[in-house]
């Protein structure tokens, strides 16, 4: 007795089930916003963003340290020895000075703008950690969906497989009976390595997805919790490409970080300048210490001689006019006007970049929901393409290939209407990025529509197809 190919997806899923769920440890999977907190607390790459910001935000102070007064305090230890020849003779002399200097700046235009340059690093430093946090949310959801996405073609590969397998079966019993011939046989033997060696690169495709949320957050992980086909599939809100780039505009955390940038660079070509003005400091000076260290030598002014400690102190003003540096100045101006340049460039690079992406991702999000359903549909197509295809081979009118093409065909949709509803998902969570509203609560609001006993053997088709493949197969009879 001949029994006819089961084209029900689902029959062949559950004939595999066995062999993954021995793969598959029995512990609980992993969801969405903990491998997210993960990532927060062990990323690499995060920690490294914090350490440079930590760096980063130190030239305020440093800047700032040059408007403020500066103490300083020293001390001095001399040995003097002097020889004379006429008359021979020879005088050691030891003395110790103390001193102590202080020094407020007055007017330091240059030390000003170096501030106000500080200050904007400081900010664009902010944004920039800001940026590397809120891309660590779109990482996260790229790996995590990655392994998803790779768990499903692998449910779909080995489902093909055992379909193909069932052929294979199917076509020697044909020709045994001698209702084909051996090229059935061949081109079926041939579909099925085939299937079996996609099926390998697929299970190695998973193991790579897995190795990359290790690296993410330093953490093993065995299984993962996995989307449900009833996630909502809607247009962007507001559906206006023209409100995305505006929202992106205003809130872009890169772009908004260039702009404290260009900041920086003005008040940086403003410090330059400033290096032609002026500067005037108050100094206060007082030294105590040996008269000779102190320069007060004997014979005293006061007409006897004094071989004591002296104290002075000194409170002056000192004003400096800068005349001429061998060009210097004017050298790091027009460094700075160049740096201006650049950093205005790389701004309006930036924007459009942003707005071209905005605009795109807008475009991706409504094709994807267009794609999920039209990619559900053609499942069904193609079980209905291969269902007549068997029956025409089953009477003569279609050949071994045309089935197996058509088999190859329903799984292939079945591999795009997956790939579709990641896509959506990612598209979505890269729009928000790039309009910068993109935070931890869309991952937490992700988190609702994960199934924690999810299989993707069982899983990877929507449950309507499914069963509807189920009870297709149920029905049909066997031929002899």
Not at 122 to 148: K, M, P, W
Not at 397 to 407: C, G, K, S, Y
């Amino acid at each position: 007795m001949l029994r006819k190919l089961s084209l029900a997806i689902a029959v062949s899923c559950a004939s595999n089930t066995g062999v993954w769920a021995a793969d598959m440890p029995t512990t609980v999977k992993t969801d969405l916003v903990s491998v997210y907190q993960e990532a927060v607390d062990n990323n690499a790459d995060l920690a490294a963003a914090r350490a440079d910001y930590g760096a980063q935000k130190e030239v305020v102070p440093q800047a700032r340290a040059g408007l403020l007064p500066n103490l300083s305090a020293g001390a001095e230890m001399l040995n003097t020895r002097t020889k004379i020849d006429q008359p021979s003779a020879t005088a050691n002399r030891s003395g110790n000075t103390w001193s102590a200097t202080l020094a407020q700046p007055i007017f330091r235009a240059d030390r000003w703008f170096q501030l106000q340059a500080a200050e904007a690093v400081d900010e664009q430093a902010a944004l920039q950690l800001s940026a590397t946090e809120q891309n660590l949310i779109l990482q996260t959801a790229q790996n995590y969906f990655s392994v998803l996405r790779a768990q499903d073609n692998l449910a779909a590969t080995k489902a093909e497989e055992a379909a193909l397998k069932r052929q294979l079966d199917q076509s020697n019993e044909r020709f045994d009976v001698g209702l084909s011939d051996k090229t059935d046989v061949l081109q079926s033997q041939a579909s099925y390595d085939t299937a079996r060696a996609n099926r390998i690169i697929a299970e190695r495709q998973v193991q790579d997805a897995f190795e990359a949320l290790v690296t993410l957050t330093n953490r093993e992980y065995s299984s993962i919790q996995g989307v449900v086909h009833t996630l909502p599939v809607r247009v962007p809100t507001p559906n206006d490409a023209k409100a995305w780039v505006e929202t992106a505009g205003r809130q872009n955390l890169n772009l908004l970080a260039t702009n404290y940038a260009v900041a920086a660079a003005e008040q940086t070509l403003r410090q330059r300048k400033a290096g032609h003005a002026p500067t005037l400091d108050a100094v206060a000076k007082y030294q105590k210490g040996d008269n000779d260290n102190l320069g007060f030598n004997n014979p005293s002014p006061f007409g006897q001689r004094y071989s004591g400690d002296v104290e002075q102190t000194s409170v002056g003003l000192q004003l400096n006019i800068p005349i001429y540096s061998g060009g210097l100045t004017s050298s790091q101006v027009r460094e700075a006007y160049a740096r201006l340049t650049q950093s205005e460039q790389q701004r309006e690079s930036l924007r459009r970049q942003v707005v071209e992406n905005t605009r795109n991702l807008h475009r991706a999000v409504n094709t994807d929901v267009e794609q999920v359903q039209a990619r559900k549909q053609s499942i069904i197509s193609n079980q209905s393409a291969l269902e007549a295809t068997e029956i025409g081979y089953q009477v003569g009118t279609r050949n071994i290939v045309d089935v197996l093409d058509a088999q190859r065909q329903l799984y292939t949709s079945v591999r795009d209407y997956n790939n579709s509803r990641y896509d959506y998902i990612l598209d979505n969570l890269s729009l928000k990025q790039a309009a910068g509203t993109l935070s931890p609560q869309d991952l937490q609001d992700l988190r609702q529509y994960l199934k924690p006993d999810y299989n993707p053997d069982k899983d990877f088709l929507p449950p309507d197809l499914a069963a509807a493949a189920a009870k297709n197969f149920e029905r049909r009879p066997s031929t002899p």
